[in-house]
C-alpha cells in the first residue's frame, strides 16, 4: 500500500492538522505491513500559483514548449505522478478564513488536468484517479461542522469525487481556539473518530 500525505497548513509540525495526520497515518502502518509513505508539505514547499503562464505552458503542445515551460509543467507532473501512484491519501486541511489554505488550492489546480486525472464525455465528466481511500483531517479553530459556513467539506468531496476518488472519510477537531478544555477534547474526539476509520 502506497500512501500519499498532503500537509497543507502554513504552521509546519506546529500545525495540529499534520500532527493527527501524522497519527492517521502512523496507524495506518500499524494495520498494513510493508506500506510506504510519501509526504508533501505544501507549507514548506509550495506549489505554484495557476497563472497566465503556467496556462500558457499547459495549453503548448509538448514538443512545442521553451524551456521554461517545460519547467512549469514539470512541477505539477510530479504531483500527479504521486497520487496516480497512491492508494491511500491522507490530507490534513486547516481551516483559513472559512475555507482551505492557499498551498492547498494550489495544490488542486495543480493535479486537476483534463485527460490526465478527469475527461469530460458524453455523460459528463469522468474522474481517472479512481480506486483510492482518502482520508481528510479538518482542523478549525471554531465550530463548523454540519452549518451553512462550512465549506470545507463540501467542496473537498466534491473536488475528490470530480477526480474519481469516491471513497472519502472526514475526521473533524474543531473548536481549537475556544480554550484549553475545547481544544482537549477536540484533539481526543479527533483521535477517536482515527480509531473508528481503521480496522481494529
Same mark, same amino acid.
Given at each position: ?9 502554513? &504552521? ?5 492538522? +499534520?500532527?493527527? @495526520? ?5 496507524? !495506518?502502518?500499524?494495520?498494513?505491513? $510493508?506500506?510506504? *509513505?510519501?509526504?508533501?508539505?505544501? $507549507? ?10 503556467? %496556462?500558457? @505552458? %499547459? ?6 514548449? +521553451? ?25 490534513? /486541511?486547516?481551516?483559513?478564513? #472559512? ?18 486525472? #478527469? ?7 469522468? $474522474?481517472?484517479?479512481? =480506486?483510492?481511500?482518502?482520508? *481528510? *483531517?479538518?482542523?478549525? =479553530?471554531?465550530?463548523? &461542522?454540519? +452549518? ?7 467542496? !473537498?468531496?466534491? #473536488?475528490?469525487?470530480? %477526480? =474519481? ?16 478544555? /475545547? ?13 473508528? #476509520?481503521?480496522?481494529?
Amino acid at each position: 500500500m502506497n500512501i500519499l500525505q498532503i500537509n497543507s497548513s502554513a &504552521r509546519a509540525q506546529a500545525s495540529h492538522s +499534520t500532527q493527527l @495526520a501524522n497519527s492517521l497515518v502512523e496507524a !495506518l502502518l500499524e494495520t498494513s505491513s $510493508g506500506a510506504t *509513505v510519501n509526504v508533501r508539505d505544501l $507549507g514548506s514547499n509550495p506549489p505554484p500559483m495557476l497563472d497566465e503562464t503556467a %496556462l500558457q @505552458a %499547459l495549453f503548448t503542445p509538448a514538443e512545442q514548449r +521553451t524551456a521554461e515551460q517545460q519547467a512549469r509543467v514539470a512541477l505539477d507532473d510530479a504531483l500527479i505522478a504521486e497520487i496516480q501512484a497512491a492508494d491511500v491519501v491522507v490530507l490534513g /486541511a486547516p481551516m483559513y478564513n #472559512f475555507g482551505i489554505s492557499a498551498q492547498l488550492k494550489n495544490w488542486i489546480d495543480a493535479i486537476s488536468r483534463a485527460q490526465v486525472t #478527469f475527461r469530460y464525455t458524453a455523460n459528463g465528466p469522468e $474522474g481517472l484517479l479512481t =480506486g483510492k481511500k482518502v482520508y *481528510v *483531517v479538518l482542523t478549525r =479553530g471554531g465550530l463548523y &461542522r454540519n +452549518t451553512p459556513n462550512d465549506t470545507q467539506m463540501p467542496y !473537498l468531496k466534491t #473536488f475528490f469525487g470530480f %477526480l =474519481g476518488m469516491t471513497d472519502v472519510e472526514f475526521v473533524y477537531a474543531e473548536g481549537l481556539a475556544m480554550g484549553p478544555d /475545547a481544544e482537549k477534547a477536540a484533539l481526543a474526539s479527533a483521535h477517536q473518530q482515527i480509531n473508528d #476509520f481503521l480496522p481494529a
